[in-house]
């Protein structure tokens, strides 16, 4: 626990790269490979076992502790963070080991994670889980308790991408990156893999359901190079659903999202559909976006969320919400990695994979023809009624490379809708934002019968404001309360933000009857004054 | 009892004495706890001071009438015996004894218990009401040694020779303090931003025995600070006088930085918690410690500190004034 505790703090007090990989280094390098594996595991966030909630650890801790609750609170208030407060607490209590004395127990990461952590669910009572853990605390330092506390509720976060821990695994062990990332993608469990396994600098055959790292696009407006050539560029839609893996080896078929999830049994739909690819030949991997499809019509994103964690949707769920697929690429075909062809031949072998399907529901990705840029942004342009939230543009030489790599993939988003909106009300954040109101909710005007014009709340938004303007407006927010309403405060109508957002949605939970996509705060409009904001009947007008 | 001490629209007043403590409006006497800006404020006839506070005082406020006193000797002022007895905060920093028909207040000033290799140690003082600050009034605060805090800081500057370190602290109190706690360890030099320098020779004068020390700006355009200990104010945080610095480390010293959101917050890379201010428990040590039958409490999370001496027990009123804490 005292060399991973180190880690963290290493990589949570230093911005630079170069650091952060050395202490990553350092720390495997001393590491057995069973602590190695779970490091990697928690910073790639790959695991996270919640065994208690941060609202038991609160009670665990004041019945443990008898401590009194109010002040809790206004400590907890000041932090932000339970994991946090609760081992600030124990070290003013006494309780903490003092950072200058060693551990009589020092146990290992592994020794935590597959023993001491998932015991503590075998106790019922508060009483008996305040003992356990008390008797832990009292060895641990208070950085030891918040990393504990933070593995225990499953909020271990750390400032450090996985780009940087396969980094610093490629550079140690000498194994190149995409290999490490490539057998990282889709584990779950520390069953799944071995450290050996992962640092090998053999081939080793991965499970047959294990997708492919996924591989992304930068934004457009960030190309330096503004030459245009059509015969270089691939341009398709780019649609808002689940970017997925079609996998089938082994007379099997998986389906995983970019987001490292198994999803297959959330479409039994899906799976039927593609059918025919397990039976064809022994390993084919498609890349593409599942997608809600109604008779031919993409439908929007709030559609598909309707079956997003459903377990086992019911036959009328799937034929109310029917789903379908836009195949992108062609990772694999008969067993064949084909990431290192140029994207040109891969359509080929795509067309191949596909050819014998008759559905409607599944198609392969238009690819544009685009002459100049004026014609790009005239197809981007029309985007929105083709049921796409923008253009993808690929090289037509670019191979499928791991993660986002600068070059011969872009996305070229459309233009957010936006609207003009008043701040009324404010909520302080947690973590970093802790103590600061960073939670915003803004309203649009309203008019009733006799023509009297009223606010009414119209989106929450976190972010788009940097630090200083969060700053600013924390001041100003202190100064021009109304009312407090527990954590919540409502507030003077005066400021007026730029809302963009992604779409409009008809809602009967929100007293707008609106639901919007994607909002956040585009700018501070200080030239602006609320009655100047936009109305419901503008924010309607855009459904 | 009798009210010895109320506050007005210019500070703490005395009317007994005819003297205000810490005023921030120019009055005729000021008594002075300690050197820092919220606390000695410019334009009062007569100033009263420990004898150590003195010439940070002058520095500070410039030419002023200024009376200095020794530690713990009773001075009259008008109907009131007043004395001044160390604070623990920074150099001459004091705790203002007022005492008038055996009705004795004591005025803490800031002030910390943690030991402090830069001034003198706090000295409990037994009174009727004791008016103390707060502003590290919330339990998560709670201080390591200076020693310890040096040490780590001093790992740190070890950690990565390769780039200058640069920690930036208040220039009075906080940057001596770290002077001195890391003379324990080393006895390399460290480098000093502008506006360290006078006060960093009044506490040498003094004789409190510190690191040697040299000025950025003294120092040849191309010289490599590379593995070097600078300290500057939080002023100087990405400011034109970091351009010389190639890619430093920066960090900031606080009794803030104890909280981690506080810590990435600011923007700096590392946080150490250094503070003059007393934490939680040092609080309620002290104002146990005085026998005081009613405390006052002025700046900080005194709401917090309130509640709970009530809780135990305690009479406690709020006073609201002008002072600032350790800034975030």
Partial sequence: ?543 | MEELIQLTKKGLYCARGDFYIDPWQPVETAVITHGHSDHARTGSKQYHASASCVPLLRHRLGPIHVESHEWGKPFQLSETKVSFHPAGHILGSAQVRVEHNGNVWVMSGDYKRTPDASCEPFEVVPCDVFISEATFALPVYSWEPGEVTAKKIFNWLHQDRTRPSIVFCYALGKAQRILAEMKRYTDETVYLHGSMAELTKLYRNHGIPMLPTELVADLPKDFDFSGKLILAPPSAHRSVWMKRFKEPQTAFASGWMQIRGARRRGGYEKGFVLSDHADWRELIQTINETKAKKIYLTHGREDVLARYLREKGLEVELLRTEYEGEQE
Wanted: net charge negative; proline share 3%; with cysteine.
């Fill in chain 1, 1 to 543: 626990m005292k060399a991973f505790t180190r880690l963290f703090d290493e990589l949570d007090s230093t911005t630079s790269t170069l650091e952060k990989v050395a202490a990553l280094k350092r720390y495997f390098k001393q590491a057995t490979t069973d602590d190695s594996l779970w490091a990697v595991l928690l910073l790639t966030q790959k695991i996270s076992r919640r065994v208690i909630t941060s609202a038991t650890l609160k009670k665990i801790f004041l019945t443990a502790t008898e401590y009194p609750e109010w002040l809790m609170t206004e400590s907890y208030e000041q932090v932000g963070d339970t994991a946090e407060t609760v081992a600030l607490l124990l070290r003013s209590l006494g309780y903490a080991r003092p950072d200058t004395k060693e551990s009589e127990t020092e146990s290992s990461l592994t020794e935590w994670m597959t023993n001491r952590i998932p015991q503590l669910a075998n106790f019922q009572t508060l009483e008996e889980q305040g003992d356990v853990l008390l008797s832990w605390w009292k060895d641990l330092s208070a950085d030891e308790i918040f990393i504990l506390n933070k593995l225990m509720t499953g909020g271990f976060r750390v400032g450090v991408s996985d780009k940087l821990v396969i980094r610093a695994l490629s550079e140690l062990f000498e194994v190149p990156s995409d290999r490490v990332a490539h057998r990282l993608t889709g584990v779950k469990n520390a069953s799944d893999i071995t450290f050996s396994e992962i640092i090998s600098k053999e081939e080793i055959t991965t499970a047959s359901n294990q997708p492919y790292p996924f591989c992304l696009a930068h934004s457009w407006a960030s190309r330096v190079d503004q030459d245009w050539s059509s015969e270089d560029w691939c341009v398709e839609w780019k649609y808002d659903g689940i970017r997925s893996q079609i996998i089938a080896r082994d007379q099997q078929l998986w389906i995983w999202s970019r987001g490292e999830q198994d999803i297959s049994n959330s479409f039994p739909d899906l799976l039927k559909l593609f059918e025919p690819l397990r039976t064809l030949n022994d390993g084919t991997v498609i890349d593409g976006e599942v997608l809600i499809v109604k008779d031919g019509h993409i439908e929007s994103f709030q559609e598909l969320q309707k079956r997003l964690g459903r377990k086992k949707p019911s036959p009328a769920v799937m034929k109310e919400n029917p789903v379908g697929f836009v195949a992108y690429d062609c990772l694999e075909f008969e067993g064949q990695d084909l990431r290192e062809l140029p994207l040109q031949d891969r359509r080929k072998y795509l067309k191949r994979a596909l050819k014998n399907f008759k559905t409607e529901q599944i198609k392969i990705s238009e690819a544009h023809e685009v002459k100049n840029l004026d014609e790009l942004e005239k197809l981007r342009s029309q985007s929105r009624e083709n049921s796409a939230e923008g253009l993808m543009i690929k090289h037509w030489h670019s191979p499928y490379t791991v993660g986002r790599k600068t070059g011969s993939w872009w996305k070229h988003k459309i233009d957010p809708l936006t609207l003009d909106a008043v701040l009324i009300y404010a909520q302080a954040g947690t973590g970093r934002r802790a103590n600061l109101y960073t939670d915003y909710t803004f309203a649009l005007w309203t008019e009733d019968k006799d023509g009297k014009r009223t606010l009414v709340p119209f989106a929450k938004a976190y972010s788009g404001l940097d630090q200083a303007e969060i700053d600013e407006l924390d001041k100003w927010i202190r100064r021009h309360t109304r009312e407090k309403f527990g954590p919540v405060r409502s507030l003077e109508a005066q400021q007026v933000f730029e809302i963009g957002f992604e779409g409009v949605l008809r809602s009967s939970r929100h007293k707008s009857g609106l639901a919007v996509r994607f909002p956040r705060i585009l700018r501070w409009r200080h030239d602006k004054k609320p009655e100047d904001a936009d109305s419901l009947e503008t924010a309607e007008a855009l459904l």
